[in-house]
């Protein structure tokens, strides 16, 4: 049964009640019934999950100063177990992100009850009582600067959710995560953990979703740095480019993110470039100073490394540079297979006919058949309805409508750049 989790409005007043009481005895709460009702009703955090126009259901927290505790999670009894309650939970984070909240804690009467979808969530049962806690990633005042900077703080059930490109991360799990996770162990083995990490590909490969999903695994606030927006500075880029390694210096933890690095590390040549001379300078003063400071790393991404100037690529700038490619048969049949969950196909006709499609054009064609088949049943008027969703003609049309990216001149291109520039 799928259901919709979002914040909580003033709408769901009367549904969340109605299931609070109908829970009531099943999932309780130290909190009482009324001091719930008086947490909605003053606006406090929260978050419901709806199906069919009903809240099947709800998280509510009460927040004081830098804290904040889950007065109550209450799911109907028929949707226990299918990952409602972290993904309640995960929606309640972002809101408390942003009220500066830095610890969060559910005192459960059973830990039986809720633990599953706690831990999920990223929560720590404390010792001897039925206590969870969970401590959210960023340090009370530094939401405003998370703020400014457009950054988010991640669900930490990204990197699982990343499917296939098993290669690709587990070298970036060994290589980039573990000895920031483990900085003792890596020192006593004389690893240094990394700072920076340029990802390279051809366009549509995954490159920013990787990016978001190292943050995830890390738990570290994630900021995305646009050099369109840098650009919007009265001083221009290079002060733009400036101005926001000054602010990202007063977060504690950071993934740093920079989508299309060719836009202000071109390699300094050439008729036309002088323009950008004054950027790259920028760039390379800024990341070392970046690179000082331990619990932050920088992930840069480009569809044309040999485009970069030399100077930013070479080692003591980027520690890692790794290509990201299209999915292989593995990632393709895990994409699909996400997809078309709960659907009769035949997954390896479907398999074999997105070979060379990007992560991103698989994305779009699931879409397009998942659409092809909400538009047949839409308009299946007084017939019986159609539940089984998209069929796996529905999948190969959307397949053969796209014009695939990874033409062959690109895919030798990008086996090129792998040979002459990786380093992993």
Known sequence: MPWLVREYQDEDFEGVVRLLDATGAAQASVFSFGECIVALRARQASAVAVHAGEVVGAVIAIVAADRAWVARLAISEELRGQGMASALLLALDRQLVTAHVRRVGYVLPHEELMADGLRKAGYEAQPAVAYFE????????????????????????????????????????????????????????????????????????????????????????????????????????????????????????????????????????????????????????????????????????????????????????????????????????????????????DLDSIVAASAHLTTAEIQHAAQSAAQASFERELLDDGAEAVTDGATTQDYLTAIGAIRPSLVPAIREAFEADTRTYARR
């Open 134 to 345: 969970k401590r959210l990633a960023l340090e009370p005042g530094q939401a405003a600067v998370l703020d400014a900077l457009g950054g988010e703080v991640l669900s930490p059930r990204l990197w699982d959710d990343l499917l296939g490109m098993r290669e690709e991360k587990a070298v970036i799990e060994r290589r980039v995560i573990a000895p920031l996770v483990h900085p003792e162990l890596a020192a006593q083995h004389g690893v240094v953990a990394p700072r920076a990490v340029l990802l390279f590909g051809p366009p549509g490969t995954g490159k920013t979703t990787f990016a978001r999903a190292v943050a995830a695994k890390l738990e570290w606030p994630f900021v995305e740095l646009l050099p369109s927006r840098l650009a919007e500075e009265d001083a221009g880029l290079a002060a733009g480019l400036r101005e926001a390694f000054a602010q990202l210096g007063q977060l504690d933890r950071v993934v740093v993110f920079i989508d299309e690095i060719e836009e202000i590390a071109a390699a300094r040549q050439g008729a036309g470039m002088s323009r950008l001379h004054g950027v790259t300078n920028e760039l390379l003063k800024v990341i070392p100073t970046f690179r000082q400071r331990s619990n932050r790393l920088l992930v840069a991404a480009t569809n044309a490394v040999h485009s970069l100037d030399p100077a930013v690529v070479r080692p003591g700038r980027f520690d890692y540079v790794i290509p990201i490619g299209s999915p292989d048969e593995e990632a393709r049949r895990a994409l699909w297979g996400s997809h078309t969950r709960g659907s009769v196909v």
